[in-house]
């Protein structure tokens, strides 16, 4: 019941009215900085006192957040400090990719408590992958000694288009076996009443890169993945671009015009001529032994001269399909990451160079290419900002807090 206080319309700092105020509001405002007073929130909100402590309880309560007393810096009584509790819940995350899997558990705030990875092949299929995910999950709580009453959420990236209203696979080009599998519904079984977030791979990755790293001076990014297959996830406006069916920024199966057959079944798509697996079968033919990502970084690293070139030449082939997205986005920042980019020279100096020779100054000019700064987690970092944006939205902290 909203007390009478709380029932006068008018005007708040947030433009809100009284009445309008929930403790997923509340919950907004706590997160998004470390600690506050009762006070603060009070002159913030506009709530009566008793409001806002009734929103605050229901929060304390629900575990999300803290009251405490702590020393001032100036001396004198402890001030009461209101903060986001962090350890009040885990998120269960994980980045699958067509070869490599990472595997994460999170605090509420995202932050990765543990992970584990492995090599995996994507096409055998929903119930090996995704039942091994949901095993590393099981693996991961346990050694950390949570329960899994504690899972608040599960994020899941998956190296194909993906309806995000269901978490159904849609029509992927190069997963055979997979076509409208419900993702969700591997998870359902442990955990039940948990939301299972789903996207593609790349765009949990353009999501992690972006919120931990770009989103102060970008709004607009596309974000590379090369590893032995090519991902690209768009950020247009601080938001994920998903498009009508989630297939959004799949730049791997546009075609090169060479008659190298990719595993689509289509002949030239960048993927088949520029992805990681391209250059190993390349490599091998030349008699290095490669058979992943890392295999080929390795020999970059050591400077075996046509493994820089392949990986330069790759550069080349996909800063070309990326021009008319670059025209067609007009982004600030392109974010090269995925295995193939842990030693990433090569690959941005071929990208760039395609990039700056074709585009149009108007587009280039304000644009910079660069390595992932998130690294290897970002995957599973966006995986985690895509389930806290869920579980966090006003409207599902107001319904699950009055059920
Ligand atoms: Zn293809």
Redesign the pocket.
């Known amino acids: 019941m909203v007390p009478p206080s709380s029932a006068l319309p008018g005007p708040t700092p947030a433009g809100r009215t009284h009445y309008a105020i929930g403790p997923g509001f509340i919950l907004g405002l706590i997160r998004s900085r470390p600690v506050w007073t009762r006070a603060q929130l009070v002159a913030l909100t506009g709530l009566a006192r008793s409001t806002l402590s009734e929103r605050i309880d229901q929060l304390a309560a629900a575990k999300l957040v803290m009251v405490g007393k702590e020393a001032m810096v100036t001396g004198g009584r402890p001030a009461e400090s209101i903060r986001f509790n962090a350890a009040g819940g885990t998120l269960l995350v994980a980045d699958i990719g067509g070869s490599h899997s990472r595997i994460g558990i999170t605090d509420l705030h995202g932050s990765l408590i543990a992970t584990t990875d492995k090599d995996i092949d994507i096409s055998a299929g929903p119930d090996q992958i995704l039942g091994s995910t949901l095993a590393d999950f099981h693996t991961l709580l346990a050694e950390n000694s949570i329960d899994a009453s504690h899972v608040r959420g599960i994020g899941i990236g998956m190296p194909g288009p993906v309806d995000t209203a269901t978490g159904r696979i849609v029509r992927p ?2 997963m055979p076996g997979w076509d409208t599998v419900a993702v969700p519904d591997y998870f359902r079984a442990s955990f039940p009443n948990v939301p299972v977030l789903v996207d593609k791979d790349a765009n949990i990755m353009a999501l992690g890169e972006f919120r931990t790293s770009w989103s102060h001076e970008h709004s607009t990014t596309i974000t590379v993945k090369v590893g032995m297959g090519i991902g690209c996830g768009l950020i247009v406006n601080d938001t994920v671009l998903h498009g009508a069916r989630g297939a959004a920024g799949d730049i ?2 546009i075609s090169r015009g060479s008659d190298v057959q ?5 002949n030239g ?1 960048v ?2 001529v520029a992805g990681g697996r391209a250059i190993a079968a390349k490599l091998n033919a030349a008699g290095r032994t490669v058979t992943t990502s890392s295999d080929i970084v390795d020999l970059v690293r050591e400077g075996d001269a046509l493994a820089v070139r392949l990986v330069r030449q790759a550069g080349r082939e996909i800063g070309e399909v990326l021009i008319p997205t670059i025209a067609l986005i007009n982004p600030s920042l392109v974010v090269i990451g995925g295995n193939l980019a842990d030693s990433p020279e090569p690959l941005l100096a071929g990208i760039r160079e395609s990039v700056y020779a074709h585009s149009h100054p108007l587009s280039t000019e304000a644009l910079q290419i660069v390595p992932s700064k998130t690294g290897p987690q970002a995957g599973l970092t966006g995986a985690a900002m895509l389930t806290l944006d869920t579980i966090f939205a006003e409207n599902a902290v107001d319904a699950a807090l009055s059920a």
């Open positions: 080009r190069t791997a199966h990719c595993l689509c079944g289509q798509c993927e088949a």
